[in-house]
């Protein structure tokens, strides 16, 4: 499962590629890449985060085919590059960016170890903004707060089921405030 978002237009010389239009375009170079898409979800506008730090995002999430010839991290650097061919640049935390991707999910696999998934999942908000994990955590230790990828997962894979905290997306997405939900707006395309 990836999550895929964008809130910045992408300049390509003479034009400039939308945020939704960049999310459309990195699903087609994932796949080019050799992984299959099996769904994905609607495009969704919504608040970008945190409040107030630049334009709203575009999101969306695709589920592809279980992959046993990629290891989580590998299928991360594979992300990482369709970032990187989009413009992304990695220059503060939770910055605007042209592209992001992703790896919620493989499977049912936790990484590196449940402790850790608890460790980041637990970290208090003000340390959030301050530190990022330097491995791989499976699944993103934030997704069950997050309503712009809760919203679209629980659309293409409503009885995805995290494998600490054992419930489903809708349920999940269902545990979030009204307000979160109410935020995050299908476009029309």
């Known amino acids: 499962l990836v999550a895929l978002g964008a809130n910045l237009p992408r300049d390509l010389g003479a034009t400039r590629r939308s945020p939704a239009d960049t999310v459309l375009q990195a699903l087609q170079d994932i ?3 050799g992984l299959t898409l099996v769904a994905k979800s609607a495009l969704y506008a919504s608040p970008c985060f945190p409040a107030g730090a630049g334009p709203d995002y575009i999101n969306s999430v695709a589920a592809f085919t279980e992959d046993d010839e990629h290891t989580p991290d590998q299928i991360l650097n594979l ?13 503060t935390r939770w910055a605007g960016r042209v592209l992001d991707l992703d790896l919620l999910a493989m499977g049912d696999q936790v990484l590196p170890d449940a402790q850790t ?18 491995q791989l955590i ?52």
């Open 31 to 33: 796949t080019a890449l």
């Open 79 to 91: 992300l990482h590059r369709v970032e990187a061919a989009h413009g992304r640049q990695r220059s």
């Open 117 to 134: 998934f608890h460790f980041w999942r637990d970290l208090a908000p003000d340390q959030q903004a301050q530190r990022t994990p330097d």
């Open 138 to 189: 499976l699944p993103h230790s934030r997704l069950a707060d997050r309503a712009f990828v809760l919203v679209p997962l629980a659309e293409i894979a409503p009885d995805w089921r995290h494998p600490v905290l054992g419930l489903t997306a809708t349920a999940l997405r269902d545990a979030l405030p009204a307000t979160d939900l109410a935020a995050i707006c299908p476009l029309d395309t």
